[in-house]
């Protein structure tokens, strides 16, 4: 690939998906730069919701297209309305398909209470204990994930 001219990498980056096109954003530097170009990732909104969402939801000030693509997905995937998400081990506050605020991590919940076998090496680097508002949120957030099969199954 690193003999190949830009604009065909460019050509081969607009047949991927946005799950393959994310994937190979990890791979190094290159793919990254070529995996964030702006129009792919307006290509890829304009074809999965259309023209005239995307003149709609088209972003403004320093958002990309890849944001607003992200937003738009997970619009789609949890709804508009105020909700907790688990994302990998990783739970964030959604409102509207905007991230609102990172609520923390599973993996730091278990070092930090202790079902980890990391617990250890741990807790010499974070002293903070899990409150019991922490706890909930960790609670409601891994209720919502569970519960999601069940409700697209009921809509359907």
């Known amino acids: 690939m690193d003999n190949l001219p830009a604009d065909l990498c460019s050509k081969i980056f ?11 954003q990890q791979v190094c530097r290159k793919w990254k730069v070529f995996g964030s170009e702006n129009g ?23 958002k990309t297209w890849k944001d607003a693509y992200a937003v ?29 605020r990172h609520l923390g991590s599973r993996s730091l919940q278990q070092l930090e209470t202790g079902t980890s076998s990391h617990a ?23 209720l919502e994930t569970d519960s999601a099969p069940a409700k697209r199954g009921r809509l359907l």
């Open 72 to 100: 738009q997905d997970r619009c789609d995937r949890v709804g508009l309305g105020l909700k907790i998400i688990r994302e990998g081990d990783d739970y964030f506050l959604i409102h509207q398909g905007q991230i609102q």
């Open 40 to 62: 792919l990732w307006c290509n890829l909104f304009k074809e999965r919701w259309g023209i005239d969402r995307a003149i709609f939801y088209a972003p403004v000030d320093s």
């Open 120 to 142: 250890d090496e741990f807790a010499g680097r974070h002293d903070r204990q899990m409150g019991i508002l922490d706890r909930i949120l960790f609670f409601i957030g891994d």
């Open 14 to 24: 607009c047949l991927l998906d946005h799950k393959d096109l994310v994937t190979a």
